[in-house]
DNA sequence: TAGGCCATCTGGTCCT
DNA sequence: AGGACCAGATGGCCTA
């Protein structure tokens, strides 16, 4: 008989990212009928075992099982069936952390998913990436931070990075050492970064009639967000200026995202990767985003308190 | 159909 | 003795 090791409350554990993340109900969780073809598939696989000894099959691995007697080998059974619970369980929980450090590197998507080494990659990278820009104490160059987060990502990921952060994947190559270079001037690195002197870098000097009458999506002007985060005299004064009509991307848990104001469905509709990262065909790499919007949005500590995945989603939604 | 990813089972090892 | 952790094996699912 198996204990049941799912609905433990041990389970609910704590995220070490400082969150409470409740368990989903998992597609994967095992129910009582599930458990019961578990262990009765475990019953046949240890009957199968006992009947190779006695047909001297080779054994693939561990010593050569002695002849137990009846009721200690259903006590060797039932403690076979309990670890492979406790395996269960703790995998569960391998994945729960996973999931949440899912949740807190760029590109999150509930739809698609990162595989677990590639979000073990990104996270490494990401970590790099901060840290660098921390130490450098200035703003960073986009373009290399982008570099260092896709740094032996596979090219799926790597254009899942980009294109969250808006940047052109074909420009990033990756060389046989699975670095990633960029080469070139990205197609919308203009419009993208039209700083200093182009019209969108500034916040009023956003759009035209006939833009709005077509209902774009307003840049974000990157850089002028550095600018505007940099500007900010003291440490204290956490909530930069941003009283234009244009606003960088939102960043929840270190995480480039996105508002979205108008347009949802539409948006939603061409969102390729999930709600919060997406290029949108013919429109280019541009969004409109809120200006309420703070930055900067990646040098948040993890210790305040941001919206939760779920609000993010939400808020998209509505 | 091959390859990638994943969950699960399993036996071994280490630690309490 | 028993639990945690680990790594190998296996089979299922999905996608190109």
Request: charge should be neutral; glycine fraction near 6%; include cysteine.
């Given at each position: 008989m198996l204990t049941v090791p799912f609905e433990d409350p041990d389970m609910m554990r704590e995220s070490q990212f400082g969150a409470t993340f409740t368990r989903q109900e998992d597609a994967r969780t095992l129910n009582s009928a599930e458990l019961k073809e578990a262990e009765d598939d475990n019953t046949d696989r240890e009957e199968e075992r006992e009947d190779d000894d006695e047909n001297d099959l080779p054994k693939k691995k561990g010593a050569r099982k002695k002849k137990l007697s009846e009721g200690r080998g259903e006590r060797v059974k039932m403690r076979r069936h309990e670890a492979n619970a406790r395996e269960r369980s703790r995998m569960h929980g391998l994945n729960d952390a996973l999931e949440s450090l899912r949740k807190v590197v760029?590109?999150?998507?509930k739809t698609q998913k990162l595989s677990k080494i590639e979000t073990l990659r990104l996270a490494k990278n990401y970590i790099w990436a901060l840290s660098e820009t921390l130490s450098a104490g200035k703003r960073p160059d986009l373009l290399a931070f982008v570099q260092t987060l896709c740094k032996g990502l596979s090219q799926p990921t790597t254009n899942l990075v980009a294109g969250c952060l808006q940047?052109?994947?074909?420009n990033f190559l990756t060389d046989h050492n699975g670095d990633v270079s960029f080469s070139g001037r990205p197609h919308q690195y203009d419009s993208l970064?039209?700083?200093?002197?182009?019209?969108?870098?500034?916040?009023?000097g956003l759009s035209s009639g006939t833009r709005d009458s077509v209902k774009p999506f307003r840049p974000y002007n990157y850089y002028a967000s550095y600018e505007s985060y940099y500007d900010s005299a003291s440490p204290e004064s956490s909530s930069p200026r941003f009283d234009g009509q244009m606003s960088p991307p939102n960043n929840y848990n270190g995480i480039f995202s996105l508002k979205k104001h108008e347009d949802q469905v539409e948006y939603s509709k061409n969102c390729h990767y999930g709600m919060r990262y997406c290029n949108v065909p013919g429109r280019g790499s541009m969004y409109r985003v809120s200006p309420d919007s703070h930055f900067p949005y990646d040098l948040h500590p993890r210790g305040q308190s941001f919206q939760s995945q779920d609000e993010l989603n939400t808020g998209f939604h509505n």
């Amino acid at each position: 008989m198996l204990t049941v090791p799912f609905e433990d409350p041990d389970m609910m554990r704590e995220s070490q990212f400082g969150a409470t993340f409740t368990r989903q109900e998992d597609a994967r969780t095992l129910n009582s009928a599930e458990l019961k073809e578990a262990e009765d598939d475990n019953t046949d696989r240890e009957e199968e075992r006992e009947d190779d000894d006695e047909n001297d099959l080779p054994k693939k691995k561990g010593a050569r099982k002695k002849k137990l007697s009846e009721g200690r080998g259903e006590r060797v059974k039932m403690r076979r069936h309990e670890a492979n619970a406790r395996e269960r369980s703790r995998m569960h929980g391998l994945n729960d952390a996973l999931e949440s450090l899912r949740k807190v590197v760029p590109c999150y998507s509930k739809t698609q998913k990162l595989s677990k080494i590639e979000t073990l990659r990104l996270a490494k990278n990401y970590i790099w990436a901060l840290s660098e820009t921390l130490s450098a104490g200035k703003r960073p160059d986009l373009l290399a931070f982008v570099q260092t987060l896709c740094k032996g990502l596979s090219q799926p990921t790597t254009n899942l990075v980009a294109g969250c952060l808006q940047l052109n994947a074909r420009n990033f190559l990756t060389d046989h050492n699975g670095d990633v270079s960029f080469s070139g001037r990205p197609h919308q690195y203009d419009s993208l970064y039209p700083y200093p002197n182009a019209e969108m870098a500034t916040p009023t000097g956003l759009s035209s009639g006939t833009r709005d009458s077509v209902k774009p999506f307003r840049p974000y002007n990157y850089y002028a967000s550095y600018e505007s985060y940099y500007d900010s005299a003291s440490p204290e004064s956490s909530s930069p200026r941003f009283d234009g009509q244009m606003s960088p991307p939102n960043n929840y848990n270190g995480i480039f995202s996105l508002k979205k104001h108008e347009d949802q469905v539409e948006y939603s509709k061409n969102c390729h990767y999930g709600m919060r990262y997406c290029n949108v065909p013919g429109r280019g790499s541009m969004y409109r985003v809120s200006p309420d919007s703070h930055f900067p949005y990646d040098l948040h500590p993890r210790g305040q308190s941001f919206q939760s995945q779920d609000e993010l989603n939400t808020g998209f939604h509505n």
